[in-house]
């Protein structure tokens, strides 16, 4: 699970197993280095998806950051 808002240009990540939430962060590598951190038993998988959708829903993010 994970939330993404264009309008605020938030990134949150949460765990639909322990409902841990973070803070939201102004870029997609602080909150998946936030969320690495925290080392949280079995939230890899969680980290992962949400990397694996964020992709999938946004696949030039990366080239944006890098074009700005
Ligand atoms: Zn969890």
Do not use: H
Not at 18 to 33: L, Q
Not at 46 to 65: A, E, G, M, R, T
Request: overall charge positive; aromatic content about 18%.
């Amino acid at each position: 699970m994970w939330g993404y808002s264009a309008a605020k240009g938030e990134f949150i990540l949460w765990c639909p197993n322990c409902k841990y939430k973070t803070e939201p962060f102004d870029n997609k590598n602080a909150v998946i280095s936030f969320w690495s951190l925290m080392n949280r038993k079995g939230d890899e998988q969680v980290l992962s998806n949400w990397i694996k959708n964020f992709k999938k829903q946004f696949p030039n993010y990366d080239q944006q950051v890098e074009a700005a």
